[in-house]
RNA sequence: GGAGAGGUGGCCGAGUGGUUUAAGGCGGCUGUCUUGAAAACAGUUGACCGAAAGGUCCGGGGGUUCGAAUCCCUCCCUCUCCGCCA
């Protein structure tokens, strides 16, 4: 959400900001919405502060005629201060709705651009492999290799859902754990194991509500809805809290499955494990001050790449345009890893700054040093890594001539030592 | 699921219709003392809207009343006991 007396100060500067992003929030009706907003207030609080009075020398005066009079009076301005209370809740409920609508502004060094072809790749890490026809697409491979049983995850879910197998699904375990301790080890994150279903209020305080609410999976009878990934719960971890002085940056990393329902994308990679309902996520959350958030944003991302160059896979590092940004964040920066076999840049991370736009959403403000007025933090988030487009990379830059796979080395200890992923079992 | 008790400032906690302008404590900040710190003592310290005057806020929403933290309705949440349960 954006600050509302910025949109009243500088209208022309946010106009500009959101015309790069190509689209048209109301900003002239809650610009109207605000001006009528208060304009009523200070009517109704005029009026108050006369029934104030009034109320408080009725409590004082002896019962007579006097008194009845007052009160009658009194009677009459309350029926007033009603119409007028009700007039403003309207307003008030009109102003909010339109300003959740509005998408967070894009910082100035955000390239601009109409959509996902003028991102800015910024740099490269490793050597990509050729594709050749002796490295299989993961789809082929995994299948053949008895590692992922995707006819019966379609017989029991439908589309897009999947079994691993055996050591596919051990080595995803391996995984998870190898990166989280990472993360808390050599990167200072603290661990949360997060709740998966969450209630409406801690969507909209992502920015995943109102706007989204229909890719995402929702039980009505208990109106949880399934977060699409762990951003969700662990910013919503602090929602409505004044953190105190001096406790920030805080620094959370999370695992969690993430449920989408990609109804947008009917038909788009429908092979292989590349977009899939159900998968799981490894997330890292920061709540910083708000001078600190520009560095914080290159140090998580650097978090992330980590995970990547452990694991020896070549990736490039993206930043988002105009066009590409998400309703909610400022800056975004995506690492893409190569897969040789699809022949695909797999987005397996995307490291984003939302500034203060979420914190005001989800109210999560802290105390400064100081000692001055509550401010709100910024919170960034970034993948660390998603499961299933890393083990795709694994997979097809792993694999060897005869099908079998290479454990990447610093994984090994946590599969007991195992070198080389064999064929499974087959599915039978 | 059944019965009961609760939800008050950053935190704990008093307050059951009108000088409450929400007591008191903790924590924070400032000062005295100290080489410095701790302790002690003293002072100070809620959030939101508003240029200000002022107004709003006692879990959320609604109602009763001239006036509500206080009474009523409703929803959410927490705790205790019972039942069920991985």
């Known amino acids: 959400m954006l600050d509302l007396r910025l949109i009243r100060e500088q209208p022309d500067m946010v106009r500009d900001a959101l015309r790069r992003l190509n689209t048209d929030a109301p900003l002239d009706d809650i610009l109207q919405l605000d001006e009528q907003r208060r304009s009523l207030l200070t009517r109704v609080e005029e009026l108050k502060a006369q029934r104030n009075a009034g109320s408080k020398e009725i409590g004082k005066a002896a019962a007579g005629q006097e008194r009845d009079k007052k009160i009658a009076e009194m009677r009459q301005l309350g029926d007033t201060i009603a119409e007028l209370d009700e007039e403003v809740r309207d307003v008030d409920e009109r ?33 990509p492999k ?22 019966r995850g379609v017989k029991v879910s439908g589309s897009r859902f999947y079994f ?47 706007k989204f609410g229909d890719t995402l999976y929702h039980d009505e009878e208990s109106d949880l809805w399934l977060i699409p990934t762990a951003e969700v719960s662990v910013t919503n971890y602090h929602r409505d809290e004044l953190l105190d002085a001096g406790t920030l940056p805080r620094k959370y990393v999370a695992q969690s499955l993430c449920f989408r329902r ?32 520009d560095d914080e944003l290159y140090s998580l991302l650097d978090n992330a790449e980590q995970i990547l160059r452990k694991l020896e896979l070549p990736y490039r ?35 984003a700054n939302f500034r203060d736009f979420q914190a005001r959403r989800a109210n999560i403000r802290f105390r400064t040093e100081d000692g001055g007025r ?55």
Request: negative net charge; proline residues 8%.
């Open 95 to 127: 102003l909010h709705k339109l300003l959740l609508e509005v998408p967070n502004l894009p910082d100035p060094d955000v390239p601009d651009g109409p959509d996902e072809s003028a991102n800015v790749i910024v740099r490269h890490w490793g050597d």
């Open 317 to 351: 590092v993206v930043q988002m345009c105009t066009g590409d940004l998400s309703f909610v964040s400022a800056k975004k920066i995506d690492l893409e890893v190569w897969a040789p076999g699809s022949e695909d840049w797999l987005e397996v991370s995307s490291c």
């Open 374 to 428: 509550p401010q709100y933090v910024h919170t960034l988030n970034g993948s660390g890594l998603a499961l299933p487009r890393t083990m795709i990379a694994i997979l097809e830059n792993y694999q060897q001539p005869d099908g079998s796979i290479v454990v990447p080395a610093v994984l090994r200890g946590y599969l007991g030592g195992q070198e080389v992923i064999e064929k499974q079992p087959g599915i039978w």
């Open 130 to 151: 050729e594709p050749s026809d002796s490295i299989a697409p993961h789809w082929d491979l995994a299948e053949n290799q008895g590692l992922i049983d995707f006819e």
């Open 262 to 293: 990609e109804q947008f994308s009917a038909g788009r990679d429908v092979r292989g494990i590349k977009r899939v309902h159900q998968f799981e996520k490894v997330e890292m959350v920061k709540f910083v001050e708000p001078e600190k958030s």
């Open 164 to 210: 691993l197998r055996a050591d596919m699904a051990r080595l995803q375990r391996a995984l998870i754990t190898w990166m989280i301790d990472i993360h808390t080890r050599e990167h200072d994150y603290i661990e949360l194991t997060p709740p998966v279903l969450v209630r409406s209020e801690s969507m909209v305080g992502t920015g995943n509500l109102p």
